[in-house]
């Protein structure tokens, strides 16, 4: 298989598939695209699609990461939690971050770089952190685990690596169970691979480097 990704710096999508495939050692060739280049538009067409990530497979390309996740669990279902209710709060909190909390995704992008960085966020902002705090203390607290959300590391978490990454990112107040989690994503060796790789990046999006030193 091959995964098509964006600028690791960047490209909060993209990190999704990447540390589930890494973390479940699921063999594929990485290819990366450059976002917004002169030659972004014609780099992603040649894929059948118009944004990342994309999923080359024998049956065919998978576009969305959550769709990604979804094909591979086919075939590694200890990507989810093995346990039937926590499987279901699982899918359910992916499909909530899927779907929402769409104030925190424009105002805080996902900067491997930034790190607390002042930001200036709105209500509705702030509403969503606070929404994403309590949906992880309903994870943890269904799973009795004070480590991944659901005892061990699952799609769950990799679809939340990218906003522990803003959360990470910029100045925000954070509850003392938010930052323990926080602390054990960030040291789980994928997510310091991609880290690693999107910090050493050079390219810049302007309109992705919110907040100020």
């Not at 024998?58 to 039937?84: C, F, H, R, T």
């Not at 971050?97 to 491997?112: K, L, T, W």
Request: proline fraction near 4%.
């Amino acid at each position: 298989m091959k995964l098509v990704i964006g600028n690791k710096n960047y490209s909060s999508w993209s990190m999704r598939p990447w540390l589930a495939m890494q973390h479940f050692a699921i063999p594929f060739e990485e290819v990366q695209l450059w976002i917004f280049t002169e030659s972004w538009p014609q780099d992603i067409a040649a894929y059948g699609s118009n944004t990342v990530p994309v999923l080359v497979t024998e049956q065919g390309n998978v576009v969305d990461s959550l769709a990604i996740l979804e094909s591979l669990a086919e075939d590694y279902p200890q990507m989810w939690p093995a346990d039937k209710r926590l499987r279901a709060k699982a899918r359910e909190a992916c499909a909530r971050m899927h779907s929402g909390f769409f104030a925190m995704r424009s105002e805080m992008p996902m900067n491997c770089r930034a790190n607390k960085r002042k930001l200036t966020i709105s209500d509705v902002c702030k509403a969503d952190i606070a929404a994403i705090e309590k949906l992880w203390a309903e994870c943890q607290n269904l799973s009795q685990s004070d480590d991944y959300l659901f005892g061990d590391f699952s799609i769950a978490d990799a679809f939340f690596a990218p906003v522990v990454m803003r959360f990470a990112g910029y100045d925000v107040p954070l509850n003392d169970s938010t930052q323990a989690y926080m602390q054990r994503v960030l040291a789980n060796s994928a997510v310091q691979a991609w880290v690693k790789s999107g910090q050493a990046e050079s390219h810049v999006i302007e309109e992705d480097e919110a907040g100020t030193h």
